[in-house]
């Protein structure tokens, strides 16, 4: 699918003041106000976004150019005006496929749960996973062997897209079952640096740092990482500008 970059008509919204963001940000951007707007409507029970959650199910794990029924669903419109009149924007290919995975992802990982959204910005993947472990029972040393952590290695070390959206996927399932959120916007952004090979290496050393820095935030925090603040590689002190720099940006 490619995106044509609209513009706004009378009565649309002035478009964000994005002009200066790095374009994974945009992407970032794009996906979490997509899911901000549909998710407390499906909390909700809102018939027109359990209809659109279990459309975008179907998309899990698959590319953009797969689901032609989900053309302008999943983040794709939101994507359209933050690029629109960004004329210098490259790899939009990449920006499309990100938000499309995340989306679908958090769709799946919504599905039947009305207790609470599962797209949270305090918990990265590396964290999630962190704290599906300790769910399971493991601690210390068994967390290192856990099975759990080789699926998050076989992430990192995947070669394809499509083997990263297959592999997510199977995570992603485990988390459902678990009730454990995950940070979507940001996976976007990940996502579509990873797809970028000079900054691939920096998607993958920050999916380790996640993992590894929940252990230390929740050893420091003197309780187990999936006690309510799950062990969280994002300093929360960062304003909300700042949050997805630094080393969250593979600066």
């Known amino acids: 699918m490619t995106i044509t970059p609209t513009t706004p008509g009378a009565d649309a919204s002035p478009p964000p003041q994005d002009s200066g963001l790095p374009a994974h ?4 951007r ?25 459309r975008l199910r179907r998309g899990a794990g698959k590319r953009v150019h797969q689901v032609q029924d989900l053309w302008g669903v999943g983040g794709t419109e939101e994507l359209a005006q933050l690029l629109d009149g960004r004329k210098e924007f490259i ?19 919504q599905q039947s749960g009305r207790d609470a959204g599962m797209h949270d910005r305090r918990q990265n993947l ?6 599906l472990i300790r769910l399971k029972g493991a601690s210390g040393e068994d967390e290192e062997d856990s099975p759990l952590r080789k699926r998050l290695v076989r992430v990192g070390t995947a070669e394809s897209l499509d083997s ?23 996976l976007a952004g990940q996502l579509y640096r990873w797809q970028h090979r000079p900054d691939r290496s920096g ?3 920050e999916w380790g740092r996640e993992f590894h820095l929940a252990a230390a935030s929740a050893a420091r925090k003197g309780k187990p990482a999936s ?25």
């Open 25 to 28: 940000r945009l992407v970032t």
């Open 30 to 54: 794009a996906t979490g106000s997509y899911i901000a707007r549909i998710q407390p409507q499906y909390l909700s029970d809102t018939s027109a976004a359990v209809a659109e959650l279990a």
């Open 91 to 109: 790899r939009l290919e990449y920006a499309e496929e990100a938000v499309f995975l995340a989306s679908t992802m958090w769709a799946l990982h």
């Open 126 to 131: 590396g964290g999630a996973v962190r704290a």
């Open 164 to 186: 990263v959206a297959v592999r997510l996927r199977e995570i992603v399932l485990l988390l459902r079952g678990a009730r454990e959120p995950l940070d979507y916007a940001r």
């Open 203 to 205: 998607v993958q050393r």
């Open 227 to 251: 006690d309510g603040d799950t062990g969280d590689a994002i300093d929360r002190a960062l304003a909300p500008e700042e949050e997805y720099g630094g080393y969250a940006a593979g600066e």
